[in-house]
């Protein structure tokens, strides 16, 4: 074969290797109860050891090699758990388990409230200590690398973080301590 005949056979080839970005869309209900386990683990005490995420099995045929020649149908398959233990999400995990405790007393006083984005916002309370910014800004720091590395580790499109910020919001009002302000969907602001 020529060098000339083996150029189309080239271009046939690359043709077939074209990258292909998969969105998952997980069930609300997968995203709500992911915030809530992570909610859960970010409020244990912070020398409590995080266990891995439970693993699920592998369906069989779950490999296939696709076609060099043209398209491939992929068959759907189940929606796969969120991963939830990456060694970036447990990073954030630890960092905000260590500033829990000061979260906690200065919420609990009304200084601290959770909106209605699973982010945190400084209230009018009495007695709340100098720290409050501070405390607002790194953990509402942390917590927007969380759920941004959630949506892209898990392959979700990115308006999804949208969703994802609202699983954390109820998680948060729901684990919310009595006295700390909570932010409801509308907007209004409470006192738990």
């Not at 077939?16 to 998969?22: L, M």
């Not at 509402?140 to 759920?147: A, E, G, P, S």
């Not at 910020?165 to 700390?180: C, E, N, T």
Request: hydrophobic share 40%; glycine share 6%.
């Amino acid at each position: 074969m020529t060098r000339s005949h083996s150029i189309p056979w080239l271009a046939v080839l690359l043709a077939g290797c074209v990258a292909v970005t998969i969105n998952v869309q997980f069930p609300q209900e997968k995203i709500d109860s992911a915030a809530s386990n992570i909610e859960d683990l970010v409020r244990t005490p912070k020398d409590a050891p995080i266990e891995p995420a439970p693993t699920s099995p592998r369906s069989e045929g779950g490999t296939r090699l696709i076609s060099l020649f043209g398209p491939t149908v992929v068959e759907a398959q189940a929606v796969p758990d969120l991963k939830t233990r990456t060694p970036e999400v447990v990073a954030v995990i630890e960092s905000r388990r260590a500033r829990f405790p000061e979260l906690a007393a200065a919420m609990t006083k009304g200084c601290i409230g959770e909106n209605n984005l699973g982010l945190l916002e400084a209230r009018p309370g009495t007695g709340c200590p100098a720290t409050v910014p501070a405390l607002v800004s790194a953990e509402n720091r942390d917590r927007m690398v969380l759920y941004r590395t959630l949506v892209e580790q898990n392959q979700m499109p990115p308006g999804d973080i949208a969703r994802v910020q609202a699983a954390f919001a109820k998680a948060h009002r729901d684990k919310a301590s009595p006295g700390a302000w909570v932010q409801d969907d509308a907007g209004q602001w409470s006192r738990k």
